[in-house]
């Protein structure tokens, strides 16, 4: 008889941050309560984050450890999700919270972004596995409400908002990987309008599951005669299940599952390969109508964009926790004397949080942890911003909307990054037992290390930032972006506590700017393999700016409301760990912008000069 998996929640949350971060730092206040968020007060922002914590506490944090060790099982040709799963799918969607941003006529509740994104923290840091299949389906279904037709609107959108049916996108194939551009499914136009769908996907995230009645796949294919590259993709609605009149399955659709992934982490999660038109039978449509054909990738980066962001929050929810459960164990667990009884052998065992290094571990996770935090919600206001500034004041929305594209590729390259880092410090923290399946953090370190990977690599995300998104607008969002912090260091240089701190931002602002200017002329003297080299440098160094302003904003907030504070408030030692979080990022981790710059400064090409039967003898 198999032995049960112990259920027990381990995901813990500081939801006092998140109220800080929305209400005193990033002001949500001042676009509640109008259009378009006119349904949502700060009551009801703050007891949706309460409710969500306990929900996510009580039915998904438990399931966490049964989705690692069950994994995912393909029966007769269909994915078996772990126990549980998919109960908790049902009570996700009856809660309504994969709908909170889901617009109010698709049967939402129109929540502002920067409230999503917080949900999303809290559904995914309590099981990120499990958050995928849902989130998917959220991304999918966006896609088709931005670019659909009406009848496909009508059709696809409601089921997937609300649960019926779930969603993938299909995008990598067995030869291409990150080259989109040969992908080689093809689509045949039949006489009805349709089009037959032939090929083989890989690596495909919640390509099948036992969750929801259908699932939806968004499918690149390349229709017959068309250019080739990404240019001549076309994006297709393809359910897995054919659909009857009054939406009921009616059906296979030709999509099986030809295998399922067994991977290092997200065991929970299946990953399938997908084929598509085996028997030719497969029968899909293009997203938008035949208009829109040789659109996909255009289309898809609609559902990218969305997931890279996503992927960004999984880093931070991940990395939270295992910074949350290191904490306390760090206050519990004894070993050693005291630092100043050092040569006493009789001195009181004492917990490892008064250990220097342990203090240290705990303050760079913490630093990180909230600073990712405060870029991912930095993110999203601009969207909401976007949304309520639409067709009143066309600059503010075009500045907004230039510094989400230019943050996009931040939130999801350094967030995934230091997500797999900041688990691996925790596991450092625990010591020995953090190497266990006793204690949560061997997890989070193995679920974390995908996030850097999917979505495109943190490479490609590189890339994107300079090769894209610094030359977009003329280079006026980047410049908006400097100019930002710029205005920042001016205004609180002289600060008694921060003062300091603010003009070693000062610092990095002009190094990243300057760092950028080296790029650009890279372009233009045709030095290019300079720039793949030095990309992922160069989006770390505008990371860590990025972060470091944002914690010091924060922390001049916090430390002005400290003094406000009644003393033995908690809000005390909370605005204070704000200031010392921004101190130590400043002091420790900012400085390294400079060196980074100084670092590219010296154009060093030996990856590119070593030969390759110099990497190895063997």
């Given at each position: 008889m198999t032995k049960p998996i112990q259920t027990i929640n381990r995901y813990k949350a500081d939801l006092r941050e998140f109220s800080f971060l929305l209400f005193e730092q990033f002001r949500l206040a001042d676009l509640l309560g109008q259009a378009p968020y006119e349904g949502w007060g700060t009551e009801?922002?703050?007891?949706?984050?309460?409710?969500?914590?306990?929900?996510?506490?009580?039915?998904?944090?438990?399931?966490?450890?049964?989705?690692?060790?069950?994994?995912?099982?393909?029966?007769?040709?269909?994915?078996?999700?772990?126990?549980?799963?998919?109960?908790?799918?049902?009570?996700?969607?009856?809660?309504?919270?994969?709908?909170?941003?889901?617009?109010?006529?698709?049967?939402?509740?129109?929540?502002?972004?920067?409230?999503?994104?917080?949900?999303?923290?809290?559904?995914?840091?309590?099981?990120?596995?499990?958050?995928?299949?849902?989130?998917?389906?959220?991304?999918?279904?966006?896609?088709?409400?931005?670019?659909?037709?009406?009848?496909?609107?009508?059709?696809?959108?409601?089921?997937?908002?609300?649960?019926?049916?779930?969603?993938?996108?299909?995008?990598?194939?067995?030869?291409?990987?990150?080259?989109?551009?040969?992908?080689?499914?093809?689509?045949?136009?039949?006489?009805?309008?349709?089009?037959?769908?032939?090929?083989?996907?890989?690596?495909?995230?919640?390509?099948?599951?036992?969750?929801?009645?259908?699932?939806?796949?968004?499918?690149?294919?390349?229709?017959?005669?068309?250019?080739?590259?990404?240019?001549?993709?076309?994006?297709?609605?393809?359910?897995?299940?054919?659909?009857?009149?009054?939406?009921?399955?009616?059906?296979?659709?030709?999509?099986?599952?030809?295998?399922?992934?067994?991977?290092?982490?997200?065991?929970?999660?299946?990953?399938?390969?997908?084929?598509?038109g085996d028997t030719g039978t497969c029968i899909g449509w293009p997203v938008g109508g035949e208009e829109k054909l040789n659109q996909g990738m255009p289309q898809m980066f609609k559902m990218m964009n969305g997931a890279r962001i996503a992927v960004g929050v999984q880093g931070v929810s991940v990395a939270s926790a295992a910074y949350l459960n290191a904490l306390d164990y760090a206050k519990e667990r004894k070993q050693g004397s005291s630092i100043t009884h050092w040569k006493d052998a009789t001195a009181p065992r004492v917990p490892i949080i008064e250990h220097a290094d342990v203090r240290r571990m705990l303050l760079h996770m913490k630093a990180v942890t909230e600073g990712i935090r405060a870029l991912a919600v930095k993110l999203t206001m601009h969207q909401d911003q976007v949304y309520a500034c639409a067709g009143k004041d066309e600059a503010k929305v075009a500045y907004h909307q230039g510094q989400v594209d230019l943050l996009v590729p931040l939130v999801k390259a350094y967030g995934s990054d230091q997500a797999f880092r900041v688990c691996e410090m925790a596991i450092q923290t625990y010591g020995g037992a953090g190497y266990t399946r006793d204690y949560p953090v061997e997890q989070y370190c193995r679920d974390a290390k995908i996030f850097s990977i999917y979505e495109g690599t943190n490479h490609i995300q590189a890339m994107d930032l300079v090769g894209r998104k610094l030359g977009q607008a003329g280079g006026a969002n980047l410049q908006a972006f400097l100019g930002d912090i710029a205005k920042f260091v001016a205004a609180n240089a002289g600060h008694a506590t921060l003062g300091g701190a603010v003009k070693k931002l000062g610092a990095a602002q002009e190094a990243v700017a300057g760092t950028a200017m080296r790029l650009l002329m890279w372009f233009q003297a045709g030095q290019l393999t300079l720039v793949p080299l030095s990309a992922n440098r160069f989006l770390e160094m505008m990371s860590e700016l990025t972060v470091a302003w944002l914690l010091l904003d924060g922390a001049l907030i916090a430390e002005e409301a400290k003094g406000k504070v009644q003393e033995g408030h908690p809000d005390q030692a909370f605005y204070a760990g704000k200031v010392q979080a921004a101190l130590y990022y400043a002091r420790n981790i900012l400085p390294g912008v400079e060196h980074k710059a100084e670092l590219l400064a010296e154009e060093d090409k030996s990856p590119l000069e070593i030969s390759d039967a110099a990497f190895a003898t063997v």
């Open positions: 009801e922002v703050k007891s949706a984050i309460s409710e969500c914590y306990r929900f996510a506490r009580e039915v998904l944090g438990p399931l966490n450890v049964v989705g690692d060790m069950q994994g995912c099982k393909l029966e007769n040709g269909n994915v078996i999700t772990p126990q549980g799963f998919k109960d908790a799918w049902n009570r996700l969607y009856e809660a309504g919270w994969k709908a909170m941003g889901v617009p109010a006529d698709l049967g939402g509740a129109a929540a502002p972004r920067s409230l999503q994104v917080l949900i999303e923290e809290i559904l995914s840091g309590a099981n990120t596995a499990f958050n995928m299949y849902p989130g998917l389906a959220y991304g999918a279904a966006e896609v088709i409400e931005h670019f659909g037709t009406p009848d496909q609107k009508k059709r696809f959108c409601e089921p997937m908002f609300g649960g019926k049916w779930g969603g993938t996108m299909c995008l990598t194939e067995p030869h291409a990987g990150t080259d989109v551009g040969s992908a080689k499914t093809t689509a045949t136009r039949n006489a009805d309008g349709s089009y037959s769908i032939r090929g083989t996907k890989i690596f495909i995230s919640g390509g099948d599951h036992d969750l929801a009645e259908n699932v939806i796949h968004l499918v690149l294919a390349r229709v017959d005669g068309a250019p080739a590259g990404t240019k001549g993709l076309t994006l297709f609605i393809v359910p897995k299940m054919k659909i009857g009149a009054d939406g009921s399955a009616a059906g296979p659709n030709d999509v099986t599952v030809g295998a399922l992934e067994h991977k290092m982490g997200i065991n929970g999660s299946a990953t399938c390969v997908l084929n598509f």
